[in-house]
């Protein structure tokens, strides 16, 4: 598995599997169990998908050595401040029955995040979190919080896929050492990106599916992503992309269908601080 180093020599695996919007335990178990008989080695979830108890399952049933596996999850909005982490971290492991996290990243910029931060790095320096990071900031909150903290996010997890490719961010990431992942690198199916013209007449040239010329896209770019599926023939379609390379004519017209917007939600947006701040989940 092609791998890229994090900004504290952490070595993370390009492509992963995600499992957001997989809330039924049995199918998020089955589903995880199946990427890591793929191969997959990086499992991404959240504490606000509600399923690391699935996922911690299905690692323990995997039977893959811990040292092989690179595991993400995430804190939520609502238990975001110094305590209200450490606490949501112990549970987060305790669900996974795990010693120790690979990466463990902020959800969303809402919040008291730098205290979250604070506890983070904590846990990071203690060794129970190999990496830390964040997931939706803009380069203002993400810069903001590097100038006021000593640990420099590993990661910044955000909206990346052909219609909102995320150039700019990219540089800027770059610059600061911040590792890029994607997530909906599919864009949830959303401007008919499995039927659009450039992706299939490419996916055909190269005998491959519209979704693996995307994940080759991304990762020929240097971005993390996790796709995600429940179906297992899907789940190992996306896995083989290193059989292959796009062109730089590839690349260029996938380029060109860059719409240079969300095709979800604004961070920047007041409506959307409002309902991050109000959404509650059962944790």
Not at 1 to 10: E, I, P, Y
Request: charged share 25%; proline share 4%.
């Amino acid at each position: 598995m092609q791998t890229v180093t994090l900004n504290n020599g952490v070595k993370m695996p390009i492509l992963g599997f995600g499992v957001y919007q997989i809330p039924d335990a049995d199918e998020c178990e089955h589903a995880v169990y199946e990427a890591l008989l793929a191969g997959y080695r990086l499992i991404d979830t959240a504490a606000g998908y509600l399923n690391e108890e699935a996922v911690g399952r299905a690692i323990k049933r995997s039977g893959v050595p811990r040292e092989e596996l690179f595991i993400t999850t995430k804190i939520w909005v609502q238990d975001a401040g110094y305590e209200s982490a450490k606490l949501a971290f112990a549970k987060s492991i305790e669900k996974l029955q795990l010693d120790y996290l690979d990466l463990y990243l902020i959800h969303q910029p809402f919040g008291d995040y730098y205290g979250t931060w604070r506890a983070m790095e904590e846990l990071y320096r203690e060794g129970t979190i190999k990496a830390i990071g964040v997931s939706n900031f803009m380069p203002d909150r993400l810069m903001d919080l590097i100038v006021h903290n000593e640990i420099v996010p590993a990661v910044n997890q955000i909206e990346t896929h052909p219609f909102h490719q995320q150039t700019e961010s990219a540089a800027f990431l770059k610059e600061q050492g911040v590792q890029h992942q994607s997530w909906a690198p599919f864009a949830e199916g959303r401007n008919n990106m499995f039927s659009n013209e450039v992706l299939t007449s490419i996916a055909e040239r190269h005998n491959k599916s519209v979704a693996q010329v995307v994940l080759r896209w991304l990762v020929q770019r240097g971005i993390v992503v996790i796709p995600k599926s429940v179906r297992k023939e899907r789940i190992v379609e996306n896995f083989e992309i290193f059989d292959f390379a796009l062109s730089a004519d590839d690349m260029e017209h996938i380029s060109a269908l860059d719409t240079r917007e969300s095709l979800f939600l604004s961070y920047r947006d007041p409506a959307v601080a409002k309902m991050m701040g109000n959404w509650r989940v059962e944790l």
